[in-house]
């Protein structure tokens, strides 16, 4: 068997003994369960497996996945935290959040809900008095994938010190908020909140409105960060390295510079993350000639996620249905274009290829849809169709508004213009389609 054919069965069998660890959650049935999965190997046509010493190896895999998410889950929720009763402690701020209702701030294990003013920053040191609320059971899962294990609502929240975080990861979250102030500068509010959505994955200023009006319209995805944006930003900094000149032999490591600066300032999202190793690989292969597997490049990037939380692997809605929409588009966009006779040309807009990868992707996430949210949205294709085919020069223009900002913002306002334009356009779909479902239903 080919190396690389090792790493893919390994990666496979080891995610599925993480897979069947964080199912149970329990340890002795964890065990059971990966021995019965064992007994069917032989029974099973696997040309890959040579029978015995191969069962034993997958076996031995599955259960370092189950033991790995054990351990992972052990040492994570061994926390010291003193529930319903008021305390008082000091802590650096790891993350926040500011939206419309208010600031969600993360400080070592603990999410507090506080107001919108004054604005705490990633790195301050702040002393925090008030009670840590359990975390209700039916979220428990959720924010312990995120690391956090108590809650704090509107507690007493003073500033010591500031700039306690790390130097480059509070540079890059000062350039988002800089291109999203950019943005609420030159534009209305709606379209500088779908724009940072597009291209920082920022929704945390998106009304209650406007996510039921993407939901209801299939076009949520669009602000996910998923590979679709990755490969346009990608292919953005590409052609402006080759403006500058810049030799082939510099551009992969600016490019996989950019690529990690960017997860780490848009708050490494399981589908940005997913699409950014997936995008790094493709660099890697393009530098060193060598050929690129895709199901590898898959195995690899869920198996990269997963070594760095194992609970994202079952917890994390984002994960699941980044990876599914990406082996939709795969896998099974061929034979639905064979099905439906379609041709190989892109079509005026290329409406083409936006219906193949939407409805191969939306197929694929069906399952996923209808169990985590009860709801699918038929008109989804429809409004991929409209929009797709502009949302890479939108996205372009966006950036250049940010950069442009910089040196002038005369000329921020004059990229701003045509801009403006197409983003009414898409917001104006996206309504539109999500009106057509409220009036069916």
């Not at 993350?95 to 507090?112: F, H, P, W």
């Not at 000639?289 to 070594?307: E, I, P, Q």
């Amino acid at each position: 068997m080919r190396i690389h054919d090792i790493f893919f069965w390994a990666s496979v069998f080891f995610l599925a003994g993480v897979l069947i660890a964080s199912a149970t959650g329990n340890i002795l049935t964890a065990a059971i369960l990966i021995l019965l999965t064992l007994a069917t190997l032989p029974f099973l046509s696997l040309k890959f497996l040579p029978l015995p010493r191969g069962v034993v190896a997958l076996g031995l895999v599955m259960f370092l996945g189950a033991s790995y998410y054990f351990a992972y889950d052990y040492y994570t929720q061994d926390r010291q935290i003193i529930f319903d009763k008021k305390v008082e402690f000091t802590g650096i701020v790891s993350a926040t959040e500011n939206g419309i209702r208010g600031q969600k701030v993360v400080v070592d294990d603990i999410q507090l809900s506080v107001p919108q003013y004054p604005v705490y920053e990633y790195g301050d040191r702040v002393k925090i008095t008030g009670k840590i609320q359990h975390v209700p059971d039916q979220l428990k899962n959720y924010f312990t994938k995120e690391g956090i294990f108590g809650l704090m609502l509107r507690p007493e929240v003073a500033v010591l010190t500031k700039n306690q975080g790390y130097l480059i990861k509070a540079r890059l979250l000062k350039i988002k908020d800089f291109f999203e102030a950019t943005f609420q500068k030159v534009l209305p509010f709606n379209q500088a909140t779908f724009m940072s959505g597009l291209i920082l994955g920022d929704t945390s200023m998106f009304t209650d409105d406007f996510k039921e009006a993407m939901r209801l319209s299939g076009t949520s995805h669009l602000v996910a960060l998923s590979g679709f944006n990755i490969s346009i930003i990608v292919k953005t900094i590409l052609g402006i390295l080759g403006t500058w000149w810049v030799t082939k032999r510099f551009r992969f490591p600016i490019a996989v510079l950019f690529i990690v600066s960017f997860v780490i300032m848009t708050g490494a999202q399981a589908s940005v993350v997913r699409a950014a190793i997936m995008a790094g690989l493709v660099l890697l292969a393009d530098k060193t000639g060598r050929v690129f597997y895709f199901r590898n490049a898959v195995a690899a990037a869920a198996l990269v996620m997963v070594l760095i939380n194992p609970l994202i692997l079952v917890f994390d809605v984002g994960f699941q249905l980044s990876f599914a929409a990406l082996l939709g588009i795969v896998y099974l966009r061929p034979f639905i274009q064979k099905w439906l006779n379609l041709k190989d040309e892109p079509g005026i807009f290329q409406w083409r290829e936006h219906f193949l990868n939407t409805s191969s992707a939306q197929l694929a996430v069906l399952p996923l849809l209808l169990y985590q949210f009860g709801y699918f949205s038929p008109i989804g294709i429809i409004s991929n169709i409209l929009i797709l085919e502009f949302i890479p020069l939108t996205m372009a223009l966006g950036f250049f508004i940010g950069f442009a900002a910089i040196f002038s913002m005369t000329l921020t306002w004059i990229i701003s213009w045509p801009t403006s334009v197409f983003l009414g356009y898409e917001l104006g779909v996206i309504h539109w389609c999500s009106r057509i479902i409220n009036y069916i239903l």
